[in-house]
């Protein structure tokens, strides 16, 4: 029997809190699992910086990946037999499913966003370099590693194949605010997924849903609005995020000033630092080494990289107030003066931060970042773009929401001896909002 066919001998399950059970067969599956990649997951947080805000959120990319597999394992069981689907493409589907965060860092995306690293370019280095992984792929058929990356970079010729994992209604979204909202113990992110699977209908580039199933996609996305703005985005999260990427720039500062020696030599980020990262050194990184070192970094020489470390390993964040950049330009611009005249680094203790979403939008051809909108099947055969069909969906089609913090230590601020100088900063601040708490 060839490899692609293998089945175990018997089947095995991970017990699964969301899913009830996650249901492997297939060998290929199975050997996956087992690699060194894939098992790396286990140390990389699904939420990042969330559980300084949501305790319960835990969970890791090793959790949420095999849900994603889950979900595309059922959505295949329920499509067996339907015109437009080709059972030649299960185990593909399948291998993107489960591989799809593969090349996740630590703390995903702010880890991201300081060294200007793009996980789904590793993705795709970890499934067709010299790794477990691809060992395992290429055993399939050659070629076979280079199809699932295509899948994961939306550049597979079978269309269907990629909206299952990446489409406004696919497996990786169903999967991730399912598994968040039960770990963060919120009620958003609930919804009918198992109706949502009934309606799944494939055809010859999509997934549409028959419009039976509309309301079960209402509801899916107003709970992804919810989550991004009550979870994702929550302003506590964020002054985490601000804190992480600041030790992150203040180390590769340090590590670029050639008089600063450091007690605990960074030898896990220099790669990082010069920004000559190997598939190699990416792998070796993972969130347990990262809060080692910050955990060490707290001993640090540097007073800001001391601080900074400690305020993230004891959760002793920034406090926050609404900020209009359009507005608020010159009034930041003072905010830094001052700053720098009491003898705080505005650098790293004055952080203006804005986190963005659009929940759900039509076909924009051309654009940036072009979305493929949910197709409604109605019972003459015909399609109807979700918007066009849903008033409540209507509601927040194409509709892009911002939201600014200005982040700051306000314990620095009230110990700080030139009080008249805090008070002019206390004056700016809060008169543009409320003072934010971070409990």
């Not at 492997?24 to 969330?50: C, M, Y």
């Amino acid at each position: 029997m060839a490899y692609k066919d293998k089945q175990l001998q018997e089947e095995k399950v991970f017990k699964d809190p969301v899913h009830r059970y996650v249901h492997v067969r297939d060998q290929v599956i199975w050997d996956l699992i087992a690699t060194p990649e894939f098992q790396r997951l286990r140390r990389i947080k699904q939420l990042g910086t969330t559980n300084l805000t949501f305790h319960g959120a835990e969970h890791s990319r090793f959790n949420h990946s095999l849900g994603v597999y889950e979900i595309v394992r059922r959505i295949i069981n329920n499509f067996q037999d339907r015109p437009n689907w080709d059972n030649e493409e299960r185990l593909l589907c399948l291998c993107a499913a489960l591989l799809h965060d593969l090349g996740h860092g630590p703390f995903s995306h702010s880890f991201e966003k300081v060294f200007k690293l793009d996980h789904e370019y590793f993705t795709q280095q970890i499934i067709l370099g010299d790794t477990k992984i691809n060992e395992v792929l290429e055993r399939v058929q050659p070629g076979f590693a280079q199809n699932v990356a295509d899948v994961i970079d939306k550049t597979y010729q079978n269309k269907l194949v990629v909206s299952l994992i990446s489409s406004q209604i696919d497996a990786d979204r169903m999967d991730y605010l399912l598994r968040d909202a039960y770990f963060t113990g919120v009620s958003y992110g609930h919804f009918d997924m198992e109706r949502i699977l009934r309606v799944m209908r494939p055809i010859e580039d999509q997934v549409v849903i028959k419009s039976t199933g509309m309301h079960a996609v209402e509801d899916y996305i107003m709970s992804r609005y919810q989550m991004y703005w009550q979870v994702y985005f929550h302003p506590v999260t964020r002054s985490a995020e601000v804190i992480l990427t600041k030790i992150l720039h203040r180390a590769k500062h340090l590590y670029e000033t050639s008089n600063y020696t450091f007690k605990l030599e960074p030898t896990h980020f220099i790669s990082f630092f010069t920004g000559d990262v190997q598939l190699e050194h990416y792998l070796k990184l993972d969130e347990s080494i990262v809060q080692y070192y910050f955990q060490l970094w707290q001993d640090e020489d540097d007073f800001i990289l001391s601080d900074l470390c400690e305020r993230f390993m004891n959760r002793r964040l920034f406090k926050y107030v609404e900020f209009n950049p359009s507005h608020m330009m010159k009034e930041l611009m003072e905010l830094y003066r001052l700053f720098q005249k009491i003898g705080i680094d505005p650098e790293y203790y004055l952080v203006d931060d804005s986190s963005s979403d659009l929940p759900y939008d039509f076909y924009r051809p051309g654009e940036e970042e072009e979305r493929l909108p949910i197709h409604l099947l109605m019972p003459n055969g015909e399609l109807k773009e979700l918007s066009r069909h849903s008033d409540i969906v209507e509601a927040i089609s194409g509709k892009k929401r911002t939201d600014h913090k200005l982040y700051f230590p306000k314990d620095v601020l009230d110990i700080n001896e030139d009080k008249q100088t805090v008070e002019q900063i206390k004056a700016i601040l809060y008169g543009q909002g409320d003072e934010g708490n971070v409990n």
